[in-house]
């Protein structure tokens, strides 16, 4: 299984951007599918997770509200709009895999696949 992230790119605080991680080599469907950031200096922490149906999703407290993560099982895709983006989303974000399909993990050992990531940065 592959994942390769896209998407992202240099935004104004307020704006927005929506990332996409398309998997290959695999069925989508088959996993639990997060998206978790690495800003410089920090440890990568979790941002979001989309259960297989996409009936059931998790996000970190810092980005509820302004973030949203959604799938297509059809296209082996999945997606994470980014609304109201600020300063402090400035990072390189990740998708990644997870053989639960039922768990929306938030945290790096539930997943067994991981992208190569993208940056995004938010400018004032």
């Known amino acids: 299984v592959q994942l390769q992230a896209s998407g992202g790119g240099l935004v104004q605080a307020g704006g927005s951007l929506r990332l996409s991680c398309a998997l290959s080599?695999?069925?989508?469907?088959?996993?639990?599918m997060g998206w978790f950031r690495q800003a410089p200096g920090q440890d990568r922490e979790f941002v979001a997770a989309?259960?297989?149906?996409?009936?059931?999703?998790s996000y970190a407290d810092s980005v509820r509200g302004r973030f949203a993560i959604s799938r297509d099982n059809a296209k082996n895709t999945v997606y994470l709009q980014m609304n109201s983006l600020k300063i402090e989303d400035t990072a390189v974000y990740y998708c990644?895999?997870?053989?639960?399909?039922?768990?929306?993990?938030?945290?790096?050992?539930?997943?067994?696949?991981w992208g190569q990531g993208t940056q995004v940065t938010v400018s004032s």
């Open positions: 080599g695999g069925t989508l469907s088959s996993y639990a």
């Open positions: 990644a895999a997870g053989g639960h399909p039922y768990h929306t993990g938030t945290s790096e050992p539930n997943y067994d696949y």
């Open positions: 989309i259960v297989w149906s996409g009936t059931k999703t």
